[in-house]
Structure formats: structure tokens, C-alpha cells
């Protein structure tokens, strides 16, 4: 079936480090979305990826979408503590609104 | 505007009992989504609504899973004879239909524990 991988799993950075997550679907995917949730929140909407090799920036956040359209990547440049939270990448296939979802990158910054 | 509200935010049910978990989506989203999450996993899919019709359940684990959206804006997942491996986080999330546009806003959750 379709499935989405998402690495690393985990990762731990010191204060101003960068970090980067990346996010590698087995099919092609019309979209791409990202999500934050912080430890004992829900999942946040930051923004959606649609065309092929598209690349969109928020502030120290950099988000890419891969040409073939099956894999993307959340960049953070010098990461502040105010980052820590679980990182998803979710994808639509074709017309099917149900996102599939990864399973996450759960990022730790030590201040 | 107001987001995404469920409630209880909390609740723990005896082992067996039936519970009821309510979604209060954002005006005028049509599409609704119902989501487990377990522990340190991502969102589970569940089922989704496109305005009353449940256009996809086939996240629901068991047939003790059920959930309604009779008039297109409240949500309810009822789950009967809970057992322990429900325990888990039930996301809601809505979302207009707009194109491309598929971005979700979560709720709150319900945290159930089943003892």
C-alpha cells in the first residue's frame, strides 16, 4: 500500500544548530503538507507543498518538494528551543483526500 | 475565528462502557476527519465526512467504532464495549474544500483511557 517514510525518527541539536527532516513517499503525491505538534498538543498546519520542485520558506524554515514529486524535506536553520515538537509530512494521492501521513520526526533542542 | 473544539477533552471509561466523542468543526468546513493517535505515533486515520456523508471508513479497527455527522457540522465517534487497546488520542480535524487546498485544522483531542 501506500506509505510514507519519514527520517530521522528522532534527533537532538544543540541551540543554533540546523536541522532537517525528510520525508520519502512510495507513490506520487499531488501534495505535500507539513505538521508541528508540540508535546501534548495537535498536530499545527504550517503549509502545503503543490508543484513539483517547489521550494517555499517561512522565516528559518525551508520546505522543498522533490521533482518526481515523492519526497520533501523540512530544513530549520539555527534552531531555537521554541522548535521542539514532532514534525509530520502528509501527502494526498491523486484525488483521494485522505492524507497519508508519516510517522514523524521528533526534534529535541538543548538550550 | 473560532477553530476546531471536542469534547471531553479527557476521559476515562471502565473497561466494556460505551463512549461518545464529539467534534465541533469550523464554520463552513466541509470535509471532517476523525484520527487515533497512540503515544509517540502519528495521526491514524480513521474516517472522513464530506459534509453529512461519511465518504471512508476504512480506518475504523472494529465495527465498535462508529461515527455520524447528520446534519454536515457536529461529529460524534461512539465507541461500544471499550476495550484497552482504545486508549488513545481521537483528533478531529476539518477542512474547506477549496481545489488543491487539503490543509487540516486539528482540534484539541480527546484523550481516553480505558481501565
Known amino acids: 500500500g501506500q506509505q510514507v517514510m519519514q527520517i530521522p525518527q528522532y534527533q537532538h541539536v544543540q541551540e543554533g544548530e540546523d536541522f532537517t527532516t525528510y520525508c520519502n513517499s512510495s507513490?506520487?503525491?499531488?501534495?505535500i503538507q507539513w505538521y508541528k505538534q508540540r508535546p501534548g498538543g495537535h498536530p499545527v498546519f504550517l503549509i502545503q507543498?503543490?508543484?513539483s520542485g517547489e521550494v517555499k520558506k517561512q522565516k528559518r524554515l525551508t520546505f522543498q518538494f522533490g521533482e518526481a514529486k515523492k519526497n520533501s524535506s523540512l530544513h530549520i536553520t539555527a534552531t531555537q528551543t521554541t522548535d521542539v515538537g514532532t514534525y509530520f509530512c502528509?501527502?494526498?494521492?491523486?484525488?483521494?483526500?485522505?492524507?497519508?501521513w508519516g510517522l514523524g520526526t521528533s526534534l529535541g533542542v538543548n538550550p | 475565528g473560532a477553530g476546531v473544539s471536542q469534547s471531553p477533552r479527557y476521559k476515562v471509561a471502565k473497561r466494556g462502557q460505551d463512549v461518545a466523542l464529539r467534534c465541533d468543526p469550523i464554520?463552513?468546513?466541509?470535509?471532517l476527519f476523525w484520527y487515533q493517535q497512540a503515544l509517540g505515533q502519528g495521526p491514524e486515520f480513521l474516517t472522513y465526512?464530506?459534509?453529512?456523508?461519511?465518504?471512508?471508513k476504512s480506518g475504523l479497527p472494529s465495527d465498535r467504532f462508529f461515527a455520524e455527522r447528520p446534519e454536515g457540522s457536529v461529529s460524534t465517534l461512539k465507541i461500544q464495549r471499550t476495550q484497552q487497546e482504545d486508549s488513545a488520542v481521537y483528533l478531529c480535524?476539518?477542512?474547506?474544500?477549496?481545489?488543491?487546498?487539503?490543509?487540516?485544522?486539528f482540534g484539541p483531542g480527546t484523550r481516553l483511557t480505558v481501565t
Open positions: 480535524a476539518s477542512s474547506l474544500r477549496r481545489g488543491l487546498s487539503y490543509e487540516q485544522y
Open positions: 464554520s463552513g468546513h466541509v470535509s
Open positions: 465526512f464530506q459534509n453529512e456523508a461519511q465518504l471512508d
Open positions: 507513490t506520487t503525491l499531488s501534495n
Open positions: 507543498l503543490v508543484k
Open positions: 502528509a501527502g494526498n494521492a491523486g484525488n483521494n483526500r485522505k492524507l497519508i
